[in-house]
């Protein structure tokens, strides 16, 4: 069935060729086109198009829909185009005439934009709930760990003492500018498009203020022509937010494997959350983490795929929009498994407290000593010059007992304040 069908069929390699996996990726959205066809339906019956009874009946309809969607049994086969015509046609076998009804005032233009709209709106609220679940985590660890010394590294290279507290803060406190995206996308998501049909309005008297209420909308794109342009426009706002939240995971993710390597030993976790090799018995391998790293590297380059597709596109609509939809919901799944396996897997983190027992990282302490002949009274310059020849020499002694007590430094990690500034979130 197709809701465009003239009484004439196309060809079966055309057919195959424009739908695509339309119908898997719809079973994502269903639940939202369902959402807006029983707000549709009340605006109808607002204006006049519809009785109370045809309103009551799709409504009713509707709910059973919903219900098959919620539980799983809800199927599109081959013979319907995509979600909008299989529930079309559900709500014409069980309700005759009214159900044909259901369509007035709109277009599969609009009706597939209000459901990635609404779909979005609910992944990015999951998303954003999900990055501070994994937040919390890591300010947790970062309480926890607070004291244990970590070697600082710049080109790789041993540079300053870091500590395990500073660590898994950082990560913490980036998480914050990421969510900063991630409101942004929702704050375009959440523009209502339903009643722009085809991309240029309707000639019914259509109320886009009651669907925008119904729905649950802050607001609505007014200009028709401008909702039909944010398709693609919302998708690659909410890619950013998930780009900026994926290289985070992914610098963490890098960060434990070579954490993780017999050459640092800093961090180890349990047998269970690590992989063998088929022929080293003594390999404990940490594919979850190359995985996220690999995953949330694809993930950074959604924004660019998408603009690949709609960049040179005049206004109106055309098919090639059709595509982002294969862009961003396998997307959006991949970014919740990677959050979700870093939120499961980092409750399991076992830190080595004795790293900087070993001599080789004695060089860590060569500027906390030489700020402390600053403070008696050398100027900088010659302290940087008398601290070059003992270790030249090899007569450097390394001042352990260091204190950084600046706001965000090892000493004073404020973690109170990350905390405060990802409760305004």
């Known amino acids: 069935m197709k809701l465009w069908d003239k009484g004439f069929s196309t060809d079966k390699k055309i057919d195959h060729f424009t739908v695509g996996n339309d119908r898997e990726l719809d079973l994502h959205l269903a639940k939202y086109d369902v959402i807006a066809s029983k707000a549709h339906a009340k605006m109808l019956r607002e204006i006049g198009l519809l009785t109370e009874k045809e309103t009551k009946e799709l409504v009713t309809e509707l709910d059973n829909i919903a ?10 086969e081959n013979n319907f185009e995509d979600m909008h015509s299989k529930i079309e ?3 014409t076998l069980a309700l005759g005439d009214t159900g044909k009804k259901i ?3 709109r277009s599969r233009n609009d009706q597939v934009l209000v459901a990635m709209h609404l779909y979005l709106k609910d992944e990015l609220a999951e998303i954003k709930s999900m990055t501070k679940i994994f937040f919390n985590l890591l300010l947790n660890l970062a309480d926890k760990y607070k004291r244990v010394l970590l070697p600082g ?4 290279q041993i540079a300053m003492p870091s500590s395990f507290g500073l660590w898994f803060s950082a990560y913490a406190e980036s998480l914050i500018d990421d969510l900063y995206f991630i409101d942004a996308a929702y704050k375009i998501a959440d523009q209502n498009p339903l009643g722009s049909a085809a991309g240029y309005g309707s000639s019914f008297p259509i109320d886009r203020s009651f669907t925008t209420k119904e729905m649950g909308f802050e607001t609505m794109k007014y200009n ?3 909702a039909q342009m944010g398709r693609g426009k919302v998708e690659k706002a909410t890619a950013f937010g998930m780009a900026s939240i994926a290289a985070t995971l992914s610098k963490m993710a890098m960060d434990i494997c070579l954490y993780m390597s017999q050459n640092f030993n800093f961090i180890s976790f349990p047998d269970e959350l690590t992989t063998g090799s088929s022929i080293m018995p003594h390999k404990k391998n940490p594919d979850v983490f190359e995985l996220v790293r690999g995953k949330c590297n694809k993930l950074q380059s959604i924004p660019n795929q998408l603009t690949l597709v709609i960049n040179n596109l005049p206004s109106g609509y055309h098919r090639d929009l059709q595509l982002v939809k294969e862009i961003i919901v396998p997307a959006i799944q991949d970014m919740k498994a990677c959050l979700e396996i870093m939120s499961f897997s980092l409750r399991e983190i076992q830190v080595n407290e004795s790293i900087l027992e070993d001599p080789k990282y004695d060089y860590l302490f060569s ?3 030489l700020n402390e002949l600053v403070q008696n009274g050398m100027p900088f310059r010659d302290a940087y010059k008398q601290m070059g020849k003992e270790i030249q020499a090899g007569t450097f002694k390394p001042k352990r007992d260091i204190k950084h007590s600046h706001e965000g430094s090892l000493g004073n990690l404020c973690l109170n304040e990350i905390k405060e500034k990802m409760a305004k979130l």
């Open 67 to 76: 219900a098959k969607i919620e539980d799983g049994s809800f199927i599109i």
């Open 89 to 91: 046609f559900q709500l």
């Open 103 to 105: 369509h007035t005032a």
């Open 153 to 156: 590294y710049t080109h790789l």
């Open 224 to 226: 028709v022509v401008a």
């Open 367 to 369: 500027v906390d000593t």
